[in-house]
């Protein structure tokens, strides 16, 4: 079983994995705009940017493989990627399940989201160690984060909820607000860990 991790820990830089994730990511994002089109069209035109969570977490990552194929990095954008995709990932199944606790119906929807949105939180964290971090760019990510979280539970412009979940908005923003520190701290960590930064 030992070596068939580390198999797949080098594939990660390999371009035929990295294409593969490229495909599957750009899909999902594509996927995850359609999601959200009635939202969007619900939302005023100066707030649409800050609706759409997922897919611009999965959007981001999708053009950090393309940098990596194409040979470069660009850290504000790894770190926005790294971020984002990690926090959504983690939201979107944290969403789905309390939902079902609370008696939502157990779809097959509900169930490909599940696993997509997993994944979005995994690869981020197998690929923070190939980021080019550094203070800069991760406190501005975590800026546009922050503030995504505003914007989302102060302009009410979050995610729609489950039906069941409405009555406990506030306390699902703050955990989102929570998760926000979560992801930043995780995707830093993951990255100095593997780079043997000293913070």
């Known amino acids: 079983m030992n070596w068939l991790w580390m198999w797949f820990r080098q594939s990660l830089g390999k371009r035929w ?16 705009f359609v999601w959200y089109s009635d939202q969007l069209a619900a939302t005023p035109g100066y707030l649409r ?17 393309f940098t990596y194929l194409m040979g ?9 990627a790294g971020i984002t995709n990690f926090k959504y990932g983690v939201w979107a199944v944290g969403i789905i399940v309390a939902g079902w606790l609370l008696g939502d119906e157990v779809s097959g929807t509900d169930i490909m989201l599940l696993i997509s949105h997993a994944g979005m939180a995994v690869e981020s964290v197998l690929y923070a160690r ?3 971090l550094s203070w800069l760019p ?7 984060t922050l503030n ?3 914007l989302d539970y102060v302009m009410d412009i979050h995610p729609w ?16 607000v929570l998760l926000s520190l979560i992801s930043i701290a995780v995707i830093w960590f993951t990255f100095t860990r593997f780079n043997r930064i000293k913070v």
């Open 17 to 32: 994995f990295l294409w593969t994730l490229f495909v599957v990511n750009l899909l999902g994002t594509i996927y995850g």
């Open 161 to 176: 909820l489950p039906a069941v979940l409405d009555p406990y908005e506030g306390f699902v923003g703050l955990c989102t």
């Open 138 to 144: 991760v406190g501005i990510a975590a800026l546009w």
């Open 130 to 132: 190939f980021f080019k």
């Open 72 to 80: 470069r990095h660009i850290p504000v954008l790894e770190s926005l």
């Open 49 to 65: 940017p800050f609706v759409p969570d997922s897919p611009t977490g999965s959007g981001l990552f999708t053009i950090v493989l």
């Open 148 to 150: 995504n979280d505003f």
